[in-house]
T-cell receptor, first 110, second 111 residues
């Protein structure tokens, strides 16, 4: 079993829909990252969080440390949001490296 | 402010050769991370450098090595290339163990 599990693997939405991507992990962590990867490979760091909730524009990330679960929400989705969204955790006490989920491929149709 | 840069963008090598990939972090960042993203395998941690020292490495053979220079730029070397080393190699930088900022990657193809 992977230490970081994401769901769903693939997601197709219509423009304007509210989207939720989930991430569950099985280890104690010091931080969780949400990343966005566009076709071609470039990765953008969206959020780093260790508790609570963060918001940036139409993106909201939440984390529940007790339940070892995080969600990434996209409000009023747009075709330009189409990308792979990756959850990554830094294990508590580890030396810097991240462990990655396999990603959720989001496609938003106009 | 310039982001993380990597060179070259693409690299084609034959099996058995050596590859050298380069990364320049965001100004002021002292930590550099290297990751491998092979087709269908997701991102995997390779190496972490901080203040010129290798701090941690992932589950990769010793032919994957690197270094960090006094200006905090970094180099990843892959010796005795194998076909399965074909992948996108991503570099990220951070200040301490804060948010990591990723470069555009180097796509290595081994034939």
């Amino acid at each position: 079993k992977n230490e970081v599990e994401q769901s769903p693997q693939n997601l197709t939405a219509q423009e304007g829909e509210f989207i939720t991507i989930n991430c569950s992990y099985s280890v104690g962590i010091s931080a969780l990252h949400w990343l966005q990867q566009h076709p071609g490979g470039g990765i953008v760091s969206l959020f780093m969080l260790s508790s609570g909730k963060k918001k940036h524009g139409r993106l909201i990330a939440t984390i529940n440390i007790q339940e070892k679960h995080s969600s990434l929400h996209i409000t009023a989705s747009h075709p330009r949001d189409s990308a792979v969204y990756i959850c990554a955790v830094r294990v508590r006490g580890s030396q810097g490296n991240l462990i990655f989920g396999k990603g959720t491929k989001l496609s938003v149709k106009p | 402010e310039a982001g993380v840069t990597q060179s070259p963008t693409h690299l084609i090598k034959t099996r058995g050769q050596q590859a050298t990939l380069r990364c320049s972090p965001i100004s002021g960042h002292t930590s550099v991370y290297w990751y491998q993203q092979a087709l269908g395998l997701g991102l995997q941690f390779l190496l972490w450098y901080d203040e010129g020292e290798e701090r941690n490495r992932g589950n990769f053979p010793p032919r994957f090595s690197g270094r960090q220079f006094p200006n905090y730029s970094s180099e990843l070397n892959v010796n005795a290339l194998e076909l399965e080393d074909s992948a996108l190699y991503l570099c990220a930088s951070s200040l301490g163990q804060g948010k990591q900022y990723f470069g555009p990657g180097t796509r290595l193809t081994v034939t």
